[in-house]
T-cell receptor
Framework: GQQLNQSPQSMFIQEGEDVSMNCTSS?????WLWYKQDPGEGPVLLIA?????ELTSNGRLTAQFGITRKDSFLNISASIPSDVGIYFC?????????FGAGTQVVVTP | NAGVTQTPKFQVLKTGQSMTLQCAQD?????MYWYRQDPGMGLRLIYY???????DKGEVPNGYNVSRLNKREFSLRLESAAPSQTSVYFC???????????FGPGTRLTVL
């Protein structure tokens, strides 16, 4: 099946640095979502985007729904150790989610 | 509020054995989902239930069956397990088909 292209695959950053990741697709989605998964846990929703061009923040997280509806990005500012984990994008269409392969973030002190 | 719960957390099966993964939600959600997660592939939808009494195939349904027992519970059955079904299985629920999905903690299944 169709998959979202999420990049980068992994990031090693120092505490305090900003993080950026993005997702692209060849098709349009109605909603873009960003999830975070900690080891041994299920994904937890971070941000949901419902309109093309929408820019939404949740604390140190900022995400945008691309104008073309085919892409989205997530920024994390001033990273802290608890930001470590795998971040997934997901696009929603007809009530079904399609997920990217994830971006693994490692934060070093 | 426990949210979405899954049992068991871990399971090891031999090829050909059968088992049922259980999922329950206490959020009064209408829609429920089963995903599998494999390394480097994100989550892929196996089956979903848009509402009580209905089930539909997702992206990777082969080798699985589901039962929406009631509004709270949605089970996934492997009739004859294969090594290719080694994966982490996640159940999720949402209020409606297009609403935010909430995930359980997962079941880690190994098929030898």
């Amino acid at each position: 099946g169709q998959q979202l292209n999420q990049s980068p695959q992994s990031m090693f950053i120092q505490e305090g640095e900003d993080v950026s990741m993005n997702c692209t697709s060849s098709s349009i989605f109605n909603t873009w979502l960003w999830y975070k998964q900690d080891p041994g846990e299920g994904p937890v929703l971070l941000i949901a985007l419902y309109k093309a061009g929408e820019l939404t923040s949740n604390g140190r997280l900022t995400a945008q729904f691309g104008i073309t509806r085919k892409d989205s990005f997530l920024n994390i500012s001033a990273s802290i150790p608890s930001d470590v984990g795998i971040y997934f994008c997901a696009g929603e269409k007809w009530g079904k989610l399609q997920f990217g392969a994830g971006t693994q973030v490692v934060v070093t002190p | 509020n426990a949210g979405v719960t899954q049992t068991p957390k871990f399971q090891v099966l031999k090829t050909g054995q059968s088992m049922t993964l259980q999922c329950a939600q206490d959020m009064n959600h209408n829609s429920m989902y089963w995903y599998r997660q494999d390394p480097g592939m994100g989550l892929r939808l196996i089956y979903y239930s848009a509402s009580e009494g209905t089930t539909d195939k997702g992206e990777v349904p082969n080798g699985y069956n589901v039962s929406r027992l009631n509004k709270r519970e949605f089970s996934l059955r492997l009739e004859s397990a294969a090594p290719s079904q080694t994966s982490v299985y996640f159940c999720a629920s949402s209020e409606g088909a297009v609403d935010t999905q909430y995930f359980g903690p997962g079941t880690r299944l190994t098929v030898l």
